[in-house]
C-alpha cells in the first residue's frame, strides 16, 4: 500500500501571482489583515515582488517585506524573519523567490504562528513537528527545487552543516507557479537549479523504500518536461511556454521526491555547499553522474527505463539489445553531456575544491543517514571517498 499526499491548490498561469490575495482569501480560515512576504534582495530589486505586493495591498492587507534571505539560509537568518513576523503580528505567510526563500517562509509560518510553541532545534528529522503554523503561499522564481510542493525546508545549521524538518505541516496551502517570475534567470542558475529537479525525478524513481507509482508517473512527466525544455529555458528569451513547462516539470519531480525521498546525490551534494558555498543545484549536478555509476549495479534497469523514456537510448543497435546496463549508461552519458552543453563546469576541481578536502565530504556526507538509506545501493564511507574522487 502507498499513501501519497502533495499540496491541496495549485495554481498556474503568467502574472498568477498579481491574484495572491484571491488565492489567500480562498485557502485562509479567517480573514487575514497582515502578510508576511519573505525573499531575497535580488529578486524585490528585479521587481518580482511588484505584482504580488500591488495585488495584496489593494485588497486591503498590509505587506510586511522581509527580503534578507541568502542562499543556503542558515537558522539565525529564520529566527531573525520569524522575530520580525511576530513582532508585525502578522496572520499569513507569502514566500516569492528560489528555495532558499520557501524554506525560510516555510519554517517561519510555524515560528510565528500562536499555535506552535517550539523552538526549531526541536523540529529538525522527520514527523518531528507539533502544532499548526500559519496559512502558507509559495511562489517559486526557479525550476527547481519543488519547494512550494514538498513537506520539506532545509536549514544550514552551524558553519557547515544542512538540516531538514520533514513534515507535513509544511505542504503550503497553495502553490502558485508564474512562469513571468522566471524569465531574469540568468542561465547558469537556470542550469543548476534544473538539474537539481531532473535529481529529484531520478532520485525519487530509484528510491529504495517508499517508491510508488504516483511518484513514478510524476518522475516520468517532470523529466520529459525538464529534458524537452531545459536548453532553451536557459538561453535569453525563452519564451512563457518554455519557462511554464520547466516549473511544471520542477513541481511535478517535488511532488515525486516529497513522497520517494532523494538519496546519495543529495547526501554527497551538502556538504559541498556547506564547505564550500557551491549552490545546490551545481553541488547535485557536480555528484550525479558519478553517484549514478556507483548505483548502476544495484538499479540498472530503472536507469534504462529513464533512459529509453527520454529517447537516449538506443534500443536496438542492429539486431543485438543494448543491456539495461548499456541503456543505464546512456542516460549517465546524456546528463554528463548535457552539464557541457549548458556550459555547467562538471569537476570539482572546477569549483575550487581542494583536494585535500575530500576525506572530509565523504565523512560529512555520511551523517546525512535521512538521505543515505534512500539510496538504491549502501554507500560505506569508503564509497563516498570514491566518489569524491571520481567527481574530482
Ligand atoms: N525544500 C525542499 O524541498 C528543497 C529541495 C531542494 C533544495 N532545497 C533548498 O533550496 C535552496 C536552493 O534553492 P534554489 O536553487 O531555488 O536557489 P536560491 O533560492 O538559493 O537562490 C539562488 C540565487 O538565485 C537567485 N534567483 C532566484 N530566482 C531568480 C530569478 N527568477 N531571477 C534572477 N535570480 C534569481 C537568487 O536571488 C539567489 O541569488 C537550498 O538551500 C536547498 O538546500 C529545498
Ligand atoms: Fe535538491
Known amino acids: 500500500m502507498h499513501i501519497f499526499n502533495t499540496v491541496s491548490r495549485v495554481v498556474v498561469g503568467e502574472h498568477c501571482c498579481a491574484n495572491i490575495a484571491e488565492v489567500l482569501t480562498e485557502v485562509s480560515p479567517e480573514p487575514v489583515a497582515r502578510v508576511l512576504l519573505v525573499s531575497d534582495a535580488q529578486l524585490l ?25 541568502q542562499p543556503d539560509p542558515p537558522q ?40 506552535c510553541q517550539q523552538p526549531i532545534e526541536k523540529m529538525y528529522g522527520v514527523d518531528q513537528v507539533v502544532g499548526e503554523r500559519l496559512p502558507l503561499l509559495l511562489a517559486p522564481t526557479t525550476a ?67 517508491k510508488n507509482p504516483l511518484s513514478d508517473q510524476l518522475a516520468l512527466s517532470a523529466l520529459h518536461l525538464l529534458s524537452n525544455n531545459i536548453e532553451a529555458a536557459c538561453q535569453p ?4 511556454q518554455v519557462r511554464e513547462n520547466m516549473l511544471i516539470g520542477a513541481m511535478q519531480a517535488g511532488q515525486a521526491f516529497a513522497n520517494s525521498p532523494v538519496a546519495a546525490i543529495h547526501a554527497l551534494a551538502y556538504p559541498l555547499g556547506g564547505h564550500f558555498h557551491i549552490s545546490h543545484g551545481l553541488s547535485n549536478a557536480l555528484v550525479m ?90 554507500v560505506a564511507l569508503a564509497d563516498a571517498l570514491a566518489i569524491y574522487r571520481a567527481a574530482y
Open 76 to 115: 539565525e537568518l529564520v529566527l531573525r524573519c520569524a522575530e520580525f513576523a511576530r513582532e508585525k503580528a502578522v496572520e499569513a505567510v507569502v514566500a516569492i523567490g528560489g528555495g532558499s526563500s520557501l524554506d525560510v517562509a516555510k519554517v517561519v509560518a510555524l515560528l510565528a504562528s500562536p499555535k
Open 144 to 210: 527547481g527545487t519543488g519547494s512550494e510542493v514538498t513537506a520539506v525546508a532545509i536549514i544550514t545549521t552551524g558553519e557547515t552543516t544542512k538540516a531538514g524538518i520533514v513534515s507535513a505541516k509544511l505542504y503550503a496551502d497553495a502553490a502558485l507557479l508564474d512562469a513571468s517570475m522566471t524569465a531574469s534567470l540568468p542561465p547558469a542558475i537556470c542550469a543548476a537549479t534544473a538539474i537539481d529537479a531532473m535529481v529529484h525525478a531520478i532520485e525519487a524513481f530509484t528510491s529504495q523504500h517508499k
Open 289 to 378: 553522474p558519478h553517484v549514478m555509476a556507483f548505483n548502476l549495479s544495484a538499479c540498472a534497469p530503472l536507469y534504462a527505463e529513464l533512459a529509453r523514456h527520454l529517447k537516449v537510448a538506443d534500443a536496438q543497435l542492429g539486431d543485438d539489445k543494448l543491456s539495461d546496463e548499456q541503456q543505464a549508461q546512456q542516460l549517465i552519458d546524456y546528463l554528463t553531456q548535457l552539464m557541457q552543453t549548458l556550459k555547467m563546469p562538471v569537476r570539482l576541481r572546477d569549483c575550487k575544491v581542494p583536494e585535500g578536502s575530500l576525506e572530509l565530504l565523504a565523512s560529512d556526507a555520511m551523517l546525512q543517514t535521512r538521505l543515505l538509506i534512500n539510496n538504491p545501493r549502501e
Open 237 to 240: 528569451g525563452a519564451t512563457v
Open 45 to 69: 530589486s528585479f521587481g518580482l515582488l511588484d505584482s504580488a505586493m500591488q495585488g495584496l495591498q489593494a485588497a486591503g492587507i498590509e505587506v510586511h517585506l522581509f527580503t534578507d534571505v
